[in-house]
């Protein structure tokens, strides 16, 4: 069975810090996506990494992936307020189908 | 605005009722995906067609079926409702199949009574 597993599940940070987020994968994967969810709305595509080192970029995030260690992160880089969501990996699996993360709820404090 | 769209945003009915529940993909777009985001589950994979056929299945209870249409719009279809089937559900689009990036809609909230 695929597991994507997060953590942490749950992040409170301060304006201004930097972290990192954590997404381990069970099996090989040809791709990882980053979502983005603000509460009771629909999911954001962030990112996809198609390959072992990937690294993508957009404003203060920042995505990677080791596909030799099943490991992708996202790093925060001077978290704002507006950053504040819960954060989704996801792989893909049979045909294109998604298994997702837990998620990780970010909330950056002013 | 990722150009899909699910109908209707809320729906509340009642333990042993049925549902539908429908979706438009992007326009060009030749897959849908169901999801399913509760509390207790996460997001959980339902299930996929690609051109009107089904391509995979994930989680899904028998209870539970979906369809997609020539004009390339799906319907998930929920019956016997319980309780905990109150979740969000999603529909998701992409162009092809293995390989695309999803993109999803707004959701439609279920709650059953």
């Known amino acids: 069975e695929l597991k994507v597993e997060q953590n942490p599940l749950f992040l409170s940070m301060q304006e201004g810090k930097n972290y990192t987020i954590y997404c381990n994968y069970s099996?090989?994967?040809?791709?990882l996506y980053w979502y983005r969810q603000d509460p009771g709305k629909s999911l954001e595509s962030l990112f996809v990494l198609l390959s072992n080192g990937a690294v993508k970029q957009e404003g203060r995030l920042m995505a990677s992936l080791d596909t030799k260690a099943r490991l992708s992160t996202l790093h925060i880089t001077a978290a704002v307020h507006d950053l504040s969501a819960t954060y989704f990996c996801?792989?893909?699996?049979?045909?294109?189908?998604?298994?997702f993360g837990g998620g990780t709820r970010l909330m950056v404090k002013p | 605005d990722s150009g899909v769209t699910q109908t209707p945003k809320h729906l509340i009915t009642a333990t042993g009722q049925r549902v539908t529940l429908r979706c438009s993909p992007r326009?060009?777009?030749?897959?849908v995906y169901w999801y399913q985001q509760s509390l207790d589950q996460g997001l959980q994979f339902l299930i996929q067609?690609?051109?009107?056929?089904?391509?995979a299945k994930g989680n899904i209870l028998e209870r539970f079926s979906a369809q997609q249409f020539p004009d390339l719009h799906s319907e998930l279809n929920l019956s016997s409702l319980e309780l905990g089937d109150s979740a969000l559900y999603f529909c998701?689009?992409?162009?092809f199949g293995a390989g695309d990036t999803q993109y999803f809609g707004p959701g439609t909230r279920l709650t059953v009574l």
């Open positions: 998701a689009s992409s162009v």
């Open positions: 996801a792989r893909t699996g049979a045909g294109n189908m998604l298994t």
């Open positions: 067609y690609y051109n009107g056929e089904e391509r």
């Open positions: 326009s060009g777009d030749l897959s």
């Open positions: 099996a090989t994967s040809d791709r």
